[in-house]
């Protein structure tokens, strides 16, 4: 039996951690209005969009405004910090705000941690 071995896309194949990077806008404007505006938000910073390597975004409705969520692809290129910053700086442009910011799951440290307390 021979073996092959098959080089995947640079986009396909094992994934690091993934973390996943909420940041909450909000604006006193129509609830239609803020998802158009943070729709343009997420697709600027989306990697995908022509914005930040290793970053995936889509924007989702949440109870108090609309959260821009990504999925940081590898964190050591794009630290959550980059992403922040940039979203303030499109915020000023699109005329919302940036209400707060927030991981929805646990950090590499934090499982390491919840494996040796075990």
């Known amino acids: 039996m021979k073996t ?11 994934v690091g951690q993934v973390h996943n990077y909420n940041l909450l806008v909000v604006a006193d404007l ?10 343009r938000i997420a697709k600027s910073i989306s990697e995908r969009g022509g914005g930040l390597d ?3 975004t889509m924007a989702l409705p949440h109870e108090k ?3 821009v969520a990504c999925n940081l692809l590898d964190a050591d290129i ?3 910090a980059k992403v922040r910053e940039r979203v303030v700086e499109l915020c000023q442009v699109e005329g ?10 646990k950090s590499p440290e934090d499982i390491l941690d919840l494996v040796y307390a075990s």
């Not at 092959?4 to 094992?14: E, S, T, Y």
């Not at 129509?30 to 729709?39: D, F, K, L, T």
């Not at 919302?96 to 799951?105: A, C, G, I, Q, W």
């Open 30 to 39: 129509e609830e239609a209005e803020v998802m158009r505006r943070c729709r």
């Open 4 to 14: 092959a071995i098959v080089q995947l896309p640079a986009d396909r194949g094992p």
């Open 78 to 80: 794009t630290p959550p």
């Open 65 to 67: 405004g609309v959260e």
């Open 54 to 56: 290793k970053v995936e």
């Open 96 to 105: 919302v705000r940036l209400e707060s910011d927030y991981f929805t799951n």
